[in-house]
């Protein structure tokens, strides 16, 4: 891809990676979290796609990306799958405290 | 030696054991109905894949460490990812081991037994275990990553497993955030390794940043990035703080897999990335660090900010399980002293403590256990006088525990730290040895309090009573008789520790 | 430039901004949606960087997987909590100040660093090679990859199943 | 007499399994055990004493087996003259520390074998010629300790087991710095006490006295030394009678013998620049300072601790003086004061078994029920004031003797002290003992037959030696003018940080 | 001169040490059993024995030449270390020997005298228990060959006074008079020890490192020109030594525990108090005049001190009420002048009077001692008088005992204090104004013992009516060593009477092996035959003061009260009370120094319970407190929230519904901002 020198490519994954990271820093909302960190490991692809088309040689990079994908999406499923745990163990539970405060 | 994928599967019984273990038990689950045959089938795998690792000892070899059929020596395995030394199944051995006591531990953990999933938890536990030993063999920042992450993963679960409690569901929701984000920095810092050296071989970075065509700076930025995920996994300070919290949502079992077995793990992956790839050996075992790359001096700091933290945080514990999370904490920052002296005697330190540590760390979580399931308490008070009213095995061998972690001769802890603080004093890192020394006084200070509440004080009468059944009896024994035996008697592992500072280089 | 290096700055800026909003929406829900574009965009990025097998697992995964997965789990806590859950703005500051602090160290490494660039890129698709590779000496993450995956599975189900008893 | 201080070492360990293997419910048989455990040792050290070879500075009796070869840890033991002294103390406190324990009836098991584990430990410490067998012994001496008064202790009993913890702690890890750096500082890196020895000289002046400095706070604390002493009081005050006799009798001297062996042996040079200093001038503000401090308590057994301070004072003094007065008087010194303050702890046990306090306002006149153990009182306050013909004025005696040489000023204040000395035992004497009998006390029984038991022997030696000091003068006379030659030879070779 | 090796000696010290032993030990059973008659033997018998070996001692030295009367037992190695060699060996030279007769002669008496005297007490053995190692302490003191040995005799007679002191220890008040007279006795020994040390040392330092007597002789020139501490090293040793002589002797400033030591027993007071144990101090500088002769300035300070204690005692004595206290403060008084005779170096007049005031001392305090026991334990001389008619023989040998103690002519006093008195004007270190303190003082000591005798035995009797009653003489055994002691008081000065009066001398001559080496004494006495007008005036000026002083007592004292009233009174009473109350000597040095060491107690405690274990647990707390700042974060974030309140169960509850992680961006914030800063740290 002439025209575009790695380092622009690489600024990209960087602001990605730094909104990523403001990201996770501010969102008191776990999912927010999760999004952030998607948004990490997005920045940290652009990375490896980048530098695996810089490099001649693209499929360690690319395939390391894969990877990560693959990884984010098991993390992701543990992640909602807590919640969700957590959802389905506490509604009830939490219905009986507030009840039980009324008194 | 360099075997390819197909060559590689005879050299790979151990993480195939524990893999066909864990795929059987889940296959199982459904049709067993005594779910205990199901965890002494997890038993008897993690006994197999010990044994596996530890290779048939031939009667007249001369090598009498090696792995699977693999009695040639060492090298790489399918095609480079992972790779087969000294170091590696030296870790592999603790981990077994520590796999073995957590699912016999589990076997005896009224937390875990009796939840109508413990087929998934065993097998959870042994997927667990692969991720350990992949984490001791990687030799490659994808795999590294991979069995890092096939750690996490399941230790988020194996924390959110008592999903009825709410501090497991907090536990697990807050373990997974830390972890998601430590892992997806180290993912991006690993990105640019792999943008400086063009390869994930730990040896083609060594080559790379060698030549050094990098920029020091950028190199540094890279390995601190890398370092969130590591330091993540041993718990050090700055990245410590989910360890509270999730050893204590966590069922005790998992809470001593996490502890000893996550943080061994740490340590290896450690070991793996920043001596044979960022450091170059030398005449005598010591070894150098690559041009501009001072990890040494940042590990030092943090080593002693993490002892030290841990070691304040723990002071004001009153539930055991936050107490020993946060010892284990400042153990941690121990075992960094024998890695920033770039000595092999510090990694050999490093190698003995960690048995030690799995001794007496294993050792104090099992009496917690015991405590938890006969008054299902795990607060200080829920000790006191556990000596007095039927805990008198526990107690003593809570005792035990408690003074080797606090490094008290004969006891094995006494050792390891000897070991540890001897390479600090050789190479000179005396204000490191100060501080490190500070800190077990301080450390004395707690543990000496779980005693004391223990044998000093009297029971009031409304903590229960403890009764030992054979099985954590036996456990206990397990643990105990070792934690002496090594504290007067640890040449033999020495020895090991010492022949398993060995990397395989290519 | 080349019209293609433009698409790219195209490309890269709708990501970043849909990136921003994902950072600094007050409603969750648009969040979830400004990620879907930043997702997006990266994948676009992935074809304008010749890595067309990731772009498609990154539509695939991504987009299909793990941000439906994500949008769900907003829907559910919009359900519970019953209003939209904001930032607290008392943390942006500092956390504007930590991260632009650590982007610019990032930033001044990527600029002092001479990458190694090789001479001769080829735009060939690398579908193939990746396939090759997966079954090749990458053999053994890829299958320790599918064991991750069950491992997961089976501990999703433990997380998240109904109590049995109780 | 082959690995006859092994056999003396280990012996009460085995003692210690076999209590525990003992039935708890009959706490009589443990007693008796546990009695019978202490006296092949003490057989072995009645044997020892008259064998041992009173003309050579070697090292006898010695056991060398390698420990951890890779390491060269050694299992290295032997006695010199001035170790002799201090294992025969033991062996001789022991049975009758066992003895004055036999009021013990909660936990009996759990107490004897951990006592008997202490006086594994004791012993230990004083026959390791290896500094990493002492370092171990050192410390495994503190976890029977912590017990014993944590469990069986007084009311304060908590307080006074973990200060006394920490406290000890505290110092050991410096003593383990400083052993590490000793260790790697030979060639070839040994741990062997006699092979360190005078090592020293191949550190730097200010390494030296870094080093010094970091194993003399170790034992300092032992001692106890101002500022280091504040743990002795609580312990002592909580501690069951028979262990404040052990931490008086023994572990006290732990401190002084560990200077003599480590500091004096391994850093000669750095012995003579700091002893002014540290162990002359801080053993005579302990001399003066013990004193003052015991003269302002009201609990008896607190005043005893505060007297042993001031006692153990002149061990210091006397050994920083480098003549043979000094360190002979110093060493006997040791001993002395290990049988005498025995003898004071044993003698507060008996009126606190009686009265069940320890308050001196509120005894009086006691030798009138109790003449026996007044008159023994007596004798063992007047040996504590040194009066002559008893075994404490020969060795104040040599002690304030040899300093004079080396330093008269502080001689002269040392010496002053003994009219303080003076001061708080007749005082205490005449509140308790003599004066009008409180009449809650009229029907006391005198000492029984246990009591006289533990005391009479002590009794006996104090006596003894006061008149015949070369019982134990002969013993260490060797070997201290050997060590007064190194530390004058590495003086003279090594040069001072002025 | 090598001494003679004997082994005769050592039975000296052990009889008594047995005597003592055997009382003490089965005393009580003896008593029980067979009586206190058999207790009383076992305590006899050996110092009787004693008294007989020494005789054969004397007897012994006598037949040998004069420059041969050494003889010495060694008994067994005590010390050997380094260039320290001291033994336990025992030496008769006809100093000690002179010493050893009276210790155990005069002893002996007195240990008749008790046998009597104590008939009514339980602890009888105990008595005797101690007497008997009083005893032996002495002989040890007396017969030691070095001044280590003489040490252990001199802390051990230190011993025995505490326990005789207050031997009724029922009474808190005897108990601390025991303590007194033991705590001021170890401030003297203290400076005995401390002298001892400086002597080795200074001796050793030219090679000649030792304690034993002959050896001190023999190198005590070494010490010459040899400076300690900024002081030439015999002035600094003899000083140091006469500071231990102070302490035991009672002279200024430690005289203060002599007058409360009275609260023992009478007999105590005569055999420890008077005849014995406080002439130590003489002694050992007798024994020691070679080191003393090398140092004038120690020498100006001994006259000075004695000639200063020999009055001021006197002038107590004057005025004190209780019968036994005038007695210590005429001990007091009495020693000073030995010191005085000391000082000037007339050692020789010196132990003269020693062993006269060892008679007439102990006749008077016996037979006080008679008195009050006659009296039932009286003391108060208030409550006496004409008891010459009720007590004769006690009356007659009390009344020749205060003879010789106002020093009238042909008694033992005149001819020793008269050697004194002489020696104080004519010696090289003598002068006018020593003399004439000591004149001055034979008068006021004319003055207080008239005074004595006039209240106790003349005037109407003030007897309270109960005891007058039951007045009667004492039996045999107490007046039997009266009447020796009297004899003695008569006749024992006649062994020293001077040439210039016509005497032979034969005491001096007895002693001048001793001390005739000395170049002091030698030339003094060659000078002073020249002058025997001078002396016989200066004797004449002296019997005229004594006899105006006792003039003046009967003047005063011939008929109650009144004139003594009225002379109390003078400057509105003044002085008298100053005297009464012992020039307040007590209460100031209660005031400095009790006081003073009970502040500095009370501050080291308080160091001790505070500041530093303030520091310890200061620091435990401030480590505590930083452990709680850190974890205050986890406090405040975690535990609050995670630990078990109700209502953090419900907001937790609430929080998990929501999906709230708490802090855990907080936990975040840490991460990444120590990696940044990090990172920062690396760039600059």
């Known amino acids: 891809m002439p025209g575009v020198p790695l380092e622009h490519v690489l600024f990209v994954g ?33 990375d490896y796609v980048a530098f695996a088309r810089y490099s001649g040689t693209p499929t360690d990079g690319q395939i390391f990306a894969i990877f990560v994908i693959m990884l984010a999406a098991a993390e992701a499923a543990v992640g909602l799958a807590i919640v969700l745990g957590i959802y389905r163990n506490f509604e009830s539970i939490d219905v009986d405290a507030t009840h039980s405060l009324r008194h | 030696m360099d075997l390819g994928n197909a060559a590689s599967v005879a050299y790979s019984a151990p993480e195939l054991i524990l893999i066909g273990a864990a795929i059987g038990i889940v296959a199982a689950d459904p049709v067993v109905r005594a779910k205990e045959q199901l965890g002494a089938a997890a038993l008897l795998a993690c006994a197999a894949a010990l044994i596996a690792a530890i290779g048939i000892r031939l009667p007249f070899s001369e090598r009498w460490l090696v792995q699977g059929l693999l009695r040639g020596g060492e090298g790489w395995l399918w095609s480079r990812m992972v790779v087969v030394d000294g170091f590696a199944v030296f870790f592999k051995l603790v981990f077994a081991l520590a796999a073995f006591a957590t699912v016999w531990m589990s076997l005896g953990s009224a937390e875990v037994q009796d939840s109508g999933e413990e087929g998934e ?51 697990a929701l807050k373990y997974l955030i830390y972890g998601g984000v430590a892992s997806a920095v180290m993912v991006y810092g690993m990105s640019w390794l792999y943008g400086l050296a063009g390869s994930f071989q730990y040896r083609a970075i060594h080559d790379a940043l060698a030549h050094g065509a990098a920029a020091p700076l950028t190199v540094f930025v890279a390995v601190v990035l890398v370092l969130a995920g590591f330091g993540f996994k041993i718990a050090a300070v700055p990245f410590h703080m989910w360890a509270p919290d999730v050893y204590e949502g966590a069922p005790i079992p998992v809470t001593a897999f996490l502890s000893v077995g996550s943080k061994a793990a740490g340590f290896a992956i450690l070991i793996r990335l920043f001596y044979p790839g960022l450091s170059e050996p030398g005449a005598g075992g010591a070894w150098t660090t690559l041009a501009g790359l001072d990890w040494p001096t940042l590990m030092l700091v943090v080593s002693m900010a993490t002892m030290t933290l841990g070691n304040l945080g723990a002071l004001g514990q009153r539930n055991l399980k936050r107490l020993l999370a946060y010892s284990s904490i400042a153990h941690a920052g121990y075992l960094l002293m024998g890695f920033v002296v770039l000595d092999d005697a510090g990694l050999r330190a490093m190698l003995f403590y960690v048995v030690t540590y799995y001794l007496m760390n294993f050792g104090a979580f099992a009496v917690v256990m015991v405590v938890a399931n006969a008054t299902g308490r795990e607060d200080m008070d829920g000790y006191r006088g556990l000596a007095w009213r039927g805990g008198a095995v526990p107690a003593v061998a809570m005792a035990i525990f408690l003074f080797s972690l606090a490094g008290i001769p004969p006891l094995a802890g006494f050792v390891g730290k000897f070991y540890l603080f001897a390479a600090v004093v050789e190479q000179r890192f005396y204000v490191l040895a100060l501080v490190g020394f500070a800190n077990t006084l301080v450390a004395l200070y707690y543990y000496l309090r779980i005693v004391r509440t223990m044998f000093l004080d009297r029971p009031r009468g409304d903590e229960g009573v403890v009764a030992l059944d054979a099985h954590n009896a036996f456990l206990l024994y397990f643990l105990a008789v070792p934690t002496i035996g090594l504290g007067l008697y640890w040449a033999p592992v020495m020895a090991l520790a010492e022949r398993s500072v060995r990397f395989f280089l290519g | 430039m080349s019209s293609s290096a433009a698409l790219f700055y195209v490309f890269a800026a709708f990501t970043i901004v849909c990136a921003a909003g994902v950072a600094f929406s007050r409603n969750i829900v648009h969040s979830a949606f400004a990620l879907l ?5 990266v994948a676009a990025i992935y074809v304008f960087l010749a890595a067309d097998f990731v772009a498609g697992a990154q539509f695939l995964i991504y987009i299909g997987g793990i941000l439906v997965l994500i949008l769900f789990a907003v829907m559910l806590t919009h359900r519970i909590a019953d209003v939209a859950v904001s930032n607290r703005a008392a943390g942006r500051p500092a956390a504007l100040a930590v991260v632009g602090a650590a982007a610019w160290i990032l930033g001044r490494a990527i ?9 001769a890129l080829s735009d060939a698709p690398t579908t193939h090679a990746i396939g090759d590779g997966f079954l ?31 | 007499m082959d690995h006859v201080l092994t056999w003396m070492t280990f012996l009460p360990l085995l003692g210690a399994a076999v209590v525990l293997c003992l039935p708890s419910r009959s706490p009589r048989l443990i007693k008796r055990v546990a009695f019978a455990a202490t006296l092949p040792t003490f057989a072995l050290g009645v044997r020892l004493f008259a064998a041992f070879d009173r003309a050579t500075t070697a090292y006898q009796y010695v056991d060398r087996v390698p420990w951890i070869a890779s390491y060269a840890i050694d299992y290295f033991v032997g006695v010199d003259g001035i170790s002799i002294t201090m294992v025969l103390l033991t062996a001789l406190l022991c049975p009758l520390c066992v003895l004055a324990s036999f009021g013990i009836d909660k936990g009996v098991k759990g107490y004897f074998a951990l006592f ?6 004791m012993l230990g410490v004083f026959v390791a010629l290896d500094f990493f067998l002492f370092y171990v012994f050192w410390e495994v001496m503190l976890l029977p300790m912590y017990f014993l008064i944590g469990v069986w202790g007084g009311p304060r009993r908590e307080y006074a087991a973990i200060k006394f913890f920490l406290y000890t702690f505290a110092g050991s890890v410096l003593m383990l710095i400083a052993m590490l750096v000793l260790y790697f500082g030979a060639t070839p890196h040994t741990f062997a006490i006699p092979e360190l020895a005078p090592g020293g000289a191949a550190f730097d002046p200010r390494t030296q006295h870094l080093l010094w400095l970091a194993l003399f706070v170790a034992f300092a604390i032992k001692i106890p030394a101002f500022p280091f002493h504040t743990w002795l009081p609580d312990a002592h005050v909580e501690a069951p009678t028979a262990i404040s006799v052990i931490l008086a009798g023994v572990l006290l001297k732990m401190g002084t013998y560990g200077i003599l062996r480590i500091n004096y042996g391994i850093l000669p040079a750095a012995t003579f620049d700091l002893a002014f200093w540290a162990l002359a001038a801080l053993g005579t503000f302990n001399i003066v300072y013990g004193a003052l401090c015991a003269l302002a308590q009201s609990d008896l057994k607190r005043l005893v601790a505060y007297s042993s301070i001031s006692h153990m004072g002149y061990v210091m003094l006397g050994m920083a003086a480098f003549t043979p007065q000094g360190l002979n008087g110093a060493v006997l010194q040791m001993f002395n004061h290990g049988t005498i303050t025995a003898m004071l702890f044993l003698l507060v046990g008996v009126i606190y078994d009686r009265a069940h306090h320890r308050d001196i306002a509120g005894f009086g006149g006691l030798a009138a029920p109790m003449p026996v153990y007044t008159a023994i009182t007596g004798l063992a306050f007047f040996a504590a004031m040194g009066l002559p013909g008893l075994s404490a004025f020969i060795s104040e005696v040599l002690v304030l003797l040899g300093s004079w040489r080396a330093h008269p000023r502080l001689t002269i204040v040392a010496a002053s002290a003994i009219v303080l000395t003076a001061g708080y035992l007749l005082w205490t004497l005449q509140r308790v003992w003599l004066g009008r009998l409180d009449e809650r006390y009229a029907g006391l029984p005198d000492v029984g037959a246990g009591e006289l038991a533990t005391l009479l022997p002590l009794a006996a030696i104090v006596l003894v030696l006061g008149v015949y000091p070369h019982a134990v003068l002969d013993l260490i006379g060797a070997s201290l003018g050997h060590l007064n030659e190194l530390v004058r030879a590495g003086a003279a070779a090594g040069p001072a940080l002025r | 001169m090598d001494p003679i090796a004997v082994t005769m000696l050592r039975w000296i010290p052990l009889l008594p040490l047995a005597g003592a032993v055997v009382n003490g030990l089965f005393g009580k059973a003896i008593q029980r059993r067979a009586g206190k008659g058999a207790v009383a033997a076992i305590a006899v018998a050996p110092v009787v024995a004693a008294f007989a070996v020494s005789v054969a001692v004397f007897l012994r030295l006598l037949g040998l030449d004069p420059e041969r009367r050494l003889l010495l037992d060694v008994v067994w190695r005590w010390l050997a270390v380094g260039s320290l060699r001291v033994d336990v060996a025992f030496l008769a030279d006809p100093l000690a020997t002179t ?15 008790s046998t009597a005297y104590m008939r009514d007490d339980d602890a009888y053995w105990r008595y005797f228990a101690y007497l008997n190692l009083f005893t032996f302490a002495m002989l040890v003191l007396v017969l030691a060959d070095n001044l280590l040995l003489m040490f252990v005799g001199w802390e051990g007679v230190g011993f025995c006074s505490w326990a005789l002191i207050g031997f009724w220890w029922r009474e808190p008040v005897n108990t601390g008079a025991g303590n007194k007279a033991f705590i001021v006795n170890r401030i003297g020994d203290t400076g005995f020890v401390l002298g001892v040390f400086a002597l080795f040392w200074a001796l050793d330092a030219a090679g000649h490192g030792t304690l034993v007597f002959r050896d001190l002789q023999r190198h005590a020139a070494s010490l010459d020109g040899r400076v300690l501490l900024g002081v030439p090293a015999a002035t600094l040793v003899t000083l140091l030594l006469f500071v231990g002589a102070t302490g035991k002797s009672a002279q200024i400033p430690l005289h203060v525990w002599l007058p409360d030591a009275m609260q023992g027993p009478t007999p105590v007071s005569a055999l420890i108090h008077a005849a014995t144990m406080v002439t130590a101090g003489v002694y050992m500088i007798a024994r020691l005049h070679f080191l003393y002769a090398l140092a004038p300035a120690t020498l100006a300070v001994i006259a000075g001190v004695g ?9 107590i004595g004057l005025v004190q009420n209780d019968i036994k206290r005038v007695l210590a403060y005429s001990t007091v008084s009495q020693l000073g002048y030995m010191f005085l005779a000391l000082g000037v170096g007339a050692w020789t007049a010196g132990v003269f009077h020693l062993v006269t005031h060892a008679f007439f001392k102990a006749c008077l305090f016996l037979g006080a001692g008679s008195v009050i026991h006659a009296l039932d334990h009286e003391q108060d001389m208030r409550q006496m008088g004409g008891l010459r008619t009720a007590l004769p023989v006690t009356f007659s040998t009390f009344l020749v005992a205060a003879l010789a103690l106002g020093g009238m002519p042909l008694t033992a006093g005149f001819f020793s204090k008269d050697e004194i008195l002489w020696h104080a004007w004519s010696s090289p270190y003598g002068s006018a104004l020593l003399w004439g303190v000591g004149v001055v003082g034979a008068a006021l000591t004319a003055g207080y013992v008239g005074r004595q005798v006039l209240l106790v035995f003349f005037g109407a009797s003030r007897v309270e009516a109960r005891r007058a009653a039951q007045v009667r003489e004492s039996p045999p055994a107490m007046t039997g060593p009266l009447v020796v002691l009297a004899a003695g008081a008569l006749l024992i000065g006649f062994l020293g009477v001077p040439e210039s009066l016509g005497g032979a001398n034969p005491f001096a001559a007895w002693l001048s092996p001793v001390f005739a080496s000395e170049h002091v004494d030698a030339a003094h006495a060659a000078e002073a035959a020249h002058d025997a007008r001078l002396e016989w005036m200066l004797m004449a000026v002296s019997v005229a003061m004594a006899a105006a002083g006792a003039g003046v007592a009967y003047l005063i004292y011939r008929r109650p009260a009144g004139s003594a009233d009225a002379l109390a009174a003078i400057a509105g009473g003044a002085p008298y009370r100053l005297l009464l109350n012992k020039y307040w000597v007590d209460e100031i040095y209660w005031a400095i120094f009790g006081r003073g060491t009970f502040a500095l107690a009370r501050a080291g405690a308080w160091l001790d319970a505070r500041i530093i274990d303030g520091i310890v647990d200061g620091s435990a707390a401030v480590t505590r407190a930083i452990a709680r700042l850190e974890g205050g974060f986890d406090a405040r974030v975690v535990d609050g929230v995670v630990n078990g309140l109700a209502a953090a169960t419900y907001a937790l509850g609430g929080r998990l519904r929501r999906l709230q992680t708490g802090h855990i961006n907080a936990y975040l914030y840490v991460v990444v901002g120590a990696v940044a800063l990090v990172l920062i740290a690396r760039l600059f």
């Open chain 2, 121 to 171: 938890y065993y097998a959870l536990v042994l997927a667990a275990t692969v991720g350990l030993f992949y984490m001791a063999a990687a030799a490659n920042l994808l795999m590294a990553y991979l069995a890092l992450e096939l750690v996490s993963l399941t230790s988020y679960v194996l924390t959110g497993y008592r999903r009825h409690d709410r501090r497991a569901g907090e536990a």
């Open chain 4, 116 to 121: 008997l584990m202490l006086e594994t430990g």
């Open chain 1, 14 to 46: 960087l602001v990605l990676f730094a909104l990523g990271l403001y990201t996770v820093l501010t969102r008191r909302n776990a999912i927010g979290i999760l999004m952030g960190i998607e948004l990490l490991l997005n920045a940290a692809n652009i």
């Open chain 5, 307 to 315: 000639a200063a204690t020999a009055l001021g005692a006197a002038t």
């Open chain 3, 37 to 41: 574009g930043a997702l997006f965009g």
């Open chain 3, 111 to 119: 600029v002092a660093t001479r990458w190694p660039v090789a001479a």
């Open chain 5, 99 to 113: 010493l050893l007769l009276v210790v155990t002669g005069i002893g002996g008496l007195i240990h008749l005298y």
């Open chain 3, 136 to 166: 090749g000496p990458y053999v053994l993450p890829f299958e320790l990859a599918s064991f991750v995956l069950l491992a997961v599975l089976v501990g999703a189900i433990v997380v998240s199943r109904k109590e049995l008893r109780g």
